[in-house]
C-alpha cells in the first residue's frame, strides 16, 4: 500500500554534493515521519536524518551535521537529502523511510531516528565518493 523510490545517487569526488530525493506513491506524506538511512560494505543500516510531520523533531547523526539537510515537500510526495562536502566515509547505499508519525496537538512525531521506527522503505541509490 506504500511505495518509496529513492533516486539521485552517483559517483562523485570528495568535496562534492548530490541530492538524493524519495517519490512516495499510494499515501500522502502529510503526517508521516521521513528518514534517510545509509549501509556501507559490511555494516549495518544506520540513521542519517529524520524528520516529523510538518518539520518538527529533526535529527541529524553527527557524522552529518552541517553537511547535509533533509527537506520535505508533502505537496509533490517528495523528500530530499541534500549532501554537501561529501567524503569518502559517505560511501554507502541510502535509502529513504517513512511510517505514520505519533500525534500530538496535530504534528507528528518520531520517538527515535532508528531502523525499527519506518515500516516503508525505498530500494536504496548508490553513493559513491572517491578520486
Known amino acids: 500500500q506504500v511505495q518509496l523510490a529513492d533516486s539521485g545517487g552517483g559517483l562523485v569526488q570528495p568535496g562534492g554534493s548530490l541530492r538524493l530525493s524519495c517519490a512516495a506513491s499510494r499515501f500522502t506524506l502529510d503526517g508521516y515521519v521521513i528518514g534517510w538511512f545509509r549501509q556501507a560494505p559490511g555494516k549495518e543500516r544506520e540513521a542519517v536524518s529524520c524528520?516529523?510531520?510538518?518539520?518538527?523533531?529533526?535529527y541529524y547523526a553527527d557524522s552529518v551535521k552541517g553537511r547535509f539537510t533533509i527537506s520535505r515537500d508533502d505537496a509533490r510526495n517528495t523528500f530530499y537529502l541534500q549532501m554537501n562536502s561529501l567524503k569518502p566515509e559517505d560511501t554507502a547505499v541510502y535509502y529513504c523511510?517513512?511510517?505514520?508519525?505519533?500525534?500530538?496537538?496535530?504534528?507528528?512525531?518520531?520517538?527515535?531516528?532508528?531502523?525499527?521506527?519506518?515500516?516503508?522503505w525505498g530500494q536504496g541509490t548508490q553513493v559513491t565518493v572517491s578520486s
Open positions: 524528520v516529523g510531520s510538518p518539520d518538527r523533531n529533526t
Open positions: 523511510a517513512t511510517d505514520r508519525g505519533t500525534n500530538f496537538g496535530g504534528t507528528y512525531y518520531y520517538t527515535e531516528c532508528e531502523r525499527s521506527t519506518f515500516g516503508s
